[in-house]
């Protein structure tokens, strides 16, 4: 993090916009008198970036004011950002941030902020890779206090260090590489047991064999089956076919009998009619 612009605003010593231009400054150096603001400046920079300071929110303000303001551009990587953030104690107080990054193709701010405070906090300390307390205990000492990290107990120091060294980057991919293997595992886990199931399958081979074989000869003979009773059907269907012929032959021949009979009777009238004229 390189800083660009610093603007304060009623904060502590500083009253109204105080502007502080870094650009193209490498290395300086902050001197005068005792009280005269030159922690004060350390201290706007870090309760810009973290809200926090040597001393409370309300004690910041510049003594009489209501309200504070700072202001922090600086460049990381290559982007420039924009930290803004306000303190009010009047009424119960009111404390605003706002964070963004610069759009060179408008020339402009883009707005970065969070849905709250705590999650717009979450976003810069996420980009500069470490909080207040690793801050202060790694590129900037708080006056009076240049051995806050060897007081601190081992767990704080290794975490701060980690913080400082990016180690959090490592123990992401270590925790992503677990997960990973946690997955294959799970995989593999998973495809052994359908392995196992196939080899169950495949032990059972012969059976399935055996069982096929039998159905297939069971197929085969009810073929077989239904050949000779197709050819029985055909027989019987020629057998009905027949006897339906022949008794359209009785009926015809029934018919005929019939006339027969009828020309008979009338035959045989006309043969007692004639007798009854001969006499």
Known sequence: MIPQKLVLENFMCYRGPVTLDFRGVRLACL????????????????WALWGKARARDDELIHLG???????????????????????????RGRSELQFQVWDPKRSTFHPLTGSSITKTQARINSLLRMDYETFINSAFLLQGRANEFTTKQPAERKR?????????????????????????????ATLSGHLERIEAELRKEPEYTAQFQEAKQRVEEVQEQLKVAEGEYERVVERLRELEAKGRELEEARMRLKEEEEEIQRLEKQMASSRERLR
Request: no cysteine.
């Open 160 to 188: 701060i260090l980690g913080e400082i060294l990016g180690l959090e980057l490592y123990d992401r991919l270590e925790q992503r590489a677990k997960d990973k293997i946690r997955a294959k595992e799970n995989e593999e």
């Open 31 to 46: 001197s005068g008198d005792n009280g005269h603001g030159k922690s004060a400046i350390l201290d706007a920079i870090t």
């Open 65 to 91: 004011l209501q309200e504070m303001r700072v202001e922090l551009e600086f460049l990381l990587g290559h982007n420039r950002y924009r930290v803004i953030r306000m303190r009010s104690k009047a009424g």
